[in-house]
């Protein structure tokens, strides 16, 4: 037995005893954020002058940014394209373990494609990258988790790019989670492999295409944030990284009521360290999109464009469009057909893992290189698990 039940079961009745309580309060929150937000929701330059402001004394600020729509704006849900191309991508990884025989990582990217109006059936790909000694290591030892995600983000654009080449318009790629990168390891951003994530993006802006990233249950509060900062007094905007009135409050709760069936939100841009590193036609957007068609379902997702996309009304109306039928494809489960089939075809299951680590050590052996030890650790979750 690895958990005291009878621990967790009196600090779950804890839990249950309390959350009326959380729940009132939470609720206060958000009538106060949506009154807020309807009273600034015309406020946009006063707005933006103040998150500036902010953000030159606020190194970590992260918020949302007006462009040109009230904050409390629905758009309509637009007609769908007659035709259209959409391509997906999404990537799985395996990253490399010093605790395994070999060191070794592994990019996996799963696409597909289709065409509105096609009868024709998707085609799909799928393009696996095995990474080793030298390329596994950096001056600090081997790749970390988010290195190696930076390089699946990477191919995934890359991918991107040679399947939307001479496919008719408009040309729509989508992937799963935001476009924007942030790591803790300021490395990451910096690197080499950064910089060529930052040219793909160019490349699709080139091709003119209709590129987003697509956030499913977010829990992010960048509206709400940016409510917060309407709320600090000019002298403390030192604070406002700080200065949390609305604390718990997202913004899927707070758009909830004011989206619906396929409605999208007002077009903001990212305040964030990450942000600035995204240059002109790059600069970071998102938008939050009620994908259900339940008038009393709600379920909003948050949909990140660059700025060649946010600017461009007939663009967005087809991204918004194209999501919010994909997400009804697969009858209750709101969420893009097209991203669901790449994930399928991307995940690399713990026999495939197995089945690669046993043909890189057979090849080793082959070429009379002994493979490393792996370590006890490993070898005594190994003898764990070989049990269940």
């Known amino acids: ?3 005291d039940f009878q621990q967790v079961c009196e600090q779950v009745k804890k839990l249950g005893e309390t959350a009326p309580a959380r729940a009132q309060r939470l609720r206060a929150l958000q009538e106060q954020a949506s009154s807020l937000l309807a009273d600034h929701a015309g406020n946009l330059d006063g707005l933006r002058d103040k998150v500036g402001r902010a953000a030159t ?25 007659a035709a259209a191309t959409l391509i997906a991508a999404d990537g799985s ?12 990582c592994l990019v996996n990217v799963g696409s597909i494609l289709t065409h509105i109006g096609d009868t024709d059936a998707p085609a799909t790909q799928i393009k696996s990258d095995l990474f080793y000694d030298p390329d596994i290591y950096t001056d600090n030892g081997l790749l970390t988790e988010a290195q190696v995600a930076l390089i699946r983000d990477l191919r995934e654009r890359q991918v991107l790019i040679q399947l939307a080449a001479g496919q008719p318009a408009p040309v729509l790629t989508l992937t799963d989670g935001p476009l924007e990168l942030w790591s803790r390891d300021e490395a990451v951003l910096d690197s ?17 295409s209709i590129t987003a990233g697509y ?3 977010p829990a992010s509060a960048l509206l709400v944030r940016l409510l917060e900062i309407a709320l600090l007094d000019e002298g403390r905007m ?23 069936p396929g409605e999208r939100s007002a077009v903001f841009g990212i305040q964030s360290k990450t942000a600035s590193k995204y240059k002109e036609g790059l600069a970071l957007h998102f938008f939050y999109l009620n994908v259900s068609m339940k008038a009393d379902a709600a379920w909003l997702v948050r949909v990140e464009i660059p700025a060649w996309v946010a600017q461009d009304a007939a663009m967005l109306d087809t ?3 194209v999501l919010a039928r994909q997400c009804q ?6 969420y893009p057909y097209l991203l669901h089939r790449a994930h399928e075809i991307a995940v690399v299951t713990r026999d495939e893992k197995e089945q690669v680590e046993r043909m890189i050590a057979q090849e080793l052996l082959n070429n009379g290189v002994r493979p490393g030890r792996q370590s006890a650790k490993g070898r005594f979750k190994d003898t764990q698990r070989s049990r269940k």
């Open 1 to 3: 037995m690895s958990l």
């Open 57 to 81: 004394v606020s190194k970590n600020l992260r918020c949302a940014v007006p462009t040109g729509e009230p904050l409390n704006h629905a758009q309509p849900l637009p007609a769908a394209p």
């Open 93 to 104: 990884q395996i990253n490399p373990d010093r605790q395994a025989e070999t060191e070794y």
């Open 192 to 208: 080499r492999k950064f910089d060529e994530y930052l040219e793909a993006l160019s490349a699709l802006q080139v091709m003119d």
């Open 215 to 217: 956030v499913d249950k």
């Open 238 to 260: 030192g604070d406002a990284d700080k200065e949390r009135p609305l604390r718990g409050v997202t913004d899927r709760g707070l758009l909830e009521n004011i989206l619906g």
């Open 319 to 321: 991204l918004q469009a």
């Open 329 to 334: 494809i697969a009858g209750t489960i709101s």
